[in-house]
């Protein structure tokens, strides 16, 4: 008995295999900051602008300008931390900043640095995309940009619990 379908398969696996060849390995659209990142932390929703504020405090005072010192305006007091490398509650990621990575204050900017991509708000949580850049591990003379994100859920006006997709150190 012939095997007429064996030719076939052959085919359309030669076809498929220079398809894929064809296809970059890595292609990539640059991740870019907005031009006005702060714009990004309001809304038309009262209870998603004050949600979204908070956010804008975290970023800009304690991450950008490490006053660490005004947490307790921003996180409560059990902050439920889902990050690996600092512990939960207020005072853990106090200790985490300002023992282990020994962030120093400096002023707070009236225009943030730090390049946000985008930023949403829905119910109680706020996420905050940053744009990340990277050096290529394959070509040490290169860069590449991706994504970074904070999401907090925000319970009476203060950061309650946080995610992001750290490692451990």
């Given amino acids: 008995m012939k095997h007429t379908l064996a030719p076939a398969l052959l085919a359309i696996s030669l ?19 907005v031009p006005d ?4 932390f309001t809304s038309p929703d009262p209870q998603l602008n004050a949600n979204k504020q908070v956010a804008l405090g975290i970023v800009r005072d304690l991450l950008e300008a490490n006053h660490w010192d005004k ?11 889902h990050n690996p490398n600092a512990a939960s509650g207020r005072a853990g990621v106090v200790a985490y900043f300002t023992q282990v990575l020994k962030r120093e204050p400096s002023p707070i900017p009236e225009k943030m640095k730090t390049p946000i991509a985008f930023v949403t708000a829905e119910g109680d949580l706020v996420t905050v995309g940053y744009v990340r850049e990277v050096k290529d591990e394959k070509d040490p003379s290169k860069n590449y940009t991706t994504t970074w994100f ?10 309650d619990e946080h ?3 750290a490692t451990k150190d």
């Avoid at 076809?15 to 900051?33: D, F, K």
């Avoid at 947490?71 to 931390?81: G, I, K, M, S």
């Avoid at 904070?150 to 950061?159: L, M, Y």
């Fill in 163 to 165: 995610w992001d997709p």
């Fill in 15 to 33: 076809s498929l295999g220079s398809l894929l060849t064809a296809v970059p390995s890595q292609a990539q659209e640059a991740v870019v900051a």
């Fill in 37 to 40: 990142a702060e714009a990004l």
């Fill in 150 to 159: 904070d999401t907090w859920r925000i319970k009476d006006g203060k950061a």
């Fill in 71 to 81: 947490a307790d305006q921003y996180l409560t007091e059990r902050y439920l931390q």
